[in-house]
């Protein structure tokens, strides 16, 4: 049996490696600190990981797709950057995010380097695809940019309805994972119709770590979360728990609490025990059971997708790869 947490590993360090020596001896200092601190953080490299299993499981060389996978990497870091300056973020995973340890201006400077280094590595690709690869990469960009964008404009808004949110979380957070399945595929030379399989594939998978991620935000142990529980609650953010709640509580009381938790011109303080009554809410309204209901739906149409997959040599690393993401706690 093959131990796909092994590879998983093998996978993440040749990532690293690569993403270390993109900076390795470069100057100013004051440009490439900032950024090498940030790619050196050791993440779980989820979306470098889903393009190299998905060349792999598609025939592919995954060597081959390396610099593909790292470029993605930087592509996500260059977003955590640039939200952090937006969301006015002091810290990420318990570390000082760069522009409080710099400034700003260090940290804007910083993600816009990162795009040029991405494209540097992405340009590395052997494939006769290669055109596709970089249309799939630049139109990622522009998506998660949108994504952001309508986040944004969410925040501010207090009639924010489900499928607006449902469709803000596919651009920013399933496309991204839509272009490294995509480009793992290319990578590999499948065929278009296995290429738009990986896609919806991809969409479905994101869009159930997304909601997972929602609600791990109230029910994950902090220690491992890496950040205070009630985080989006605390910023009033708009997820699929606060929205679907909306849809669920039926009690003018517990209505008015949290339409007072979640009012956007409301700057007081949200404390934990606010937190813990909102919790309290969505327990008794069956929020947290539908938010897990959700999530086991959309990842099982993820798992669909792969089924649907023609001439693949390996169906079952993609499905353990959905069940790693989606099971994990933190």
């Known amino acids: 049996m093959t131990d796909y947490f092994k590879k998983y590993d093998i996978y993440r360090a040749k990532v690293d490696k690569i993403l270390s020596d993109v900076t390795f001896g470069r100057k100013p200092d004051s440009l490439y600190k900032p950024v090498d601190y940030i790619l050196s953080w050791k993440g779980k490299r989820i979306r470098p990981a889903l393009l190299i299993f998905s060349c792999e499981a598609m025939g592919g060389n995954p060597d081959l797709s390396l610099n593909a996978a790292a470029a993605i990497e930087i592509l996500h870091n260059f977003t955590l950057v ?5 969301d006015n973020a002091d810290t990420r995973r318990g570390r000082e995010t760069i ?3 710099w400034n700003t201006d260090t940290a804007i400077l910083a993600g816009d380097e990162m795009i040029g280094l991405a ?5 590395k690709t052997e494939s006769k695809n290669i055109s596709k690869i970089f249309e799939s990469f630049n139109n990622g960009i ?3 940019c949108e994504g952001q964008a309508f986040d944004k404009e969410y925040e501010k808004s207090a009639d924010v309805k489900l499928d607006e949110y449902l469709m803000m979380i596919r651009k920013k957070t399933s496309r991204l994972l839509e272009v490294c399945a995509v480009i793992g595929g290319y990578i590999a030379d499948t065929d278009t119709q296995n290429i738009d399989v990986l896609k919806s594939y991809a969409e479905n998978l994101g869009t159930a ?6 609600l791990l935000d109230l029910t994950a142990d902090e220690i491992d979360f890496g950040k205070k529980i009630g985080g989006d609650i605390r910023e009033r953010k708009k997820t699929y728990l606060v929205l679907r709640a909306n849809e669920l509580v039926s009690e003018k009381q517990d209505l008015n609490f949290l339409k007072n938790i979640f009012d956007v011109k409301d700057k007081t303080e949200i404390n934990d025990s606010d937190i813990n009554k ?4 969505y327990i008794k309204y069956g929020v947290i059971e539908d938010t897990k209901k959700q999530i086991s739906k959309f990842t099982e149409e993820a798992k669909n997708y792969i089924n649907k997959l023609t001439g693949i040599s390996d169906r079952e690393s993609l499905v353990w790869f959905s069940e790693m993401l989606l099971n994990r706690n933190y």
């Not at 494209?119 to 340009?123: E, G, K, R």
């Not at 770590?209 to 929602?214: G, L």
């Open 209 to 214: 770590f997304q909601i997972n991620d929602d």
């Open 119 to 123: 494209y540097s590595l992405l340009i």
């Open 142 to 144: 522009i998506e998660v």
């Open 278 to 281: 909102v919790k309290e809410i």
């Open 82 to 86: 640039h939200d952090d300056i937006m």
């Open 99 to 101: 522009h409080k340890k």
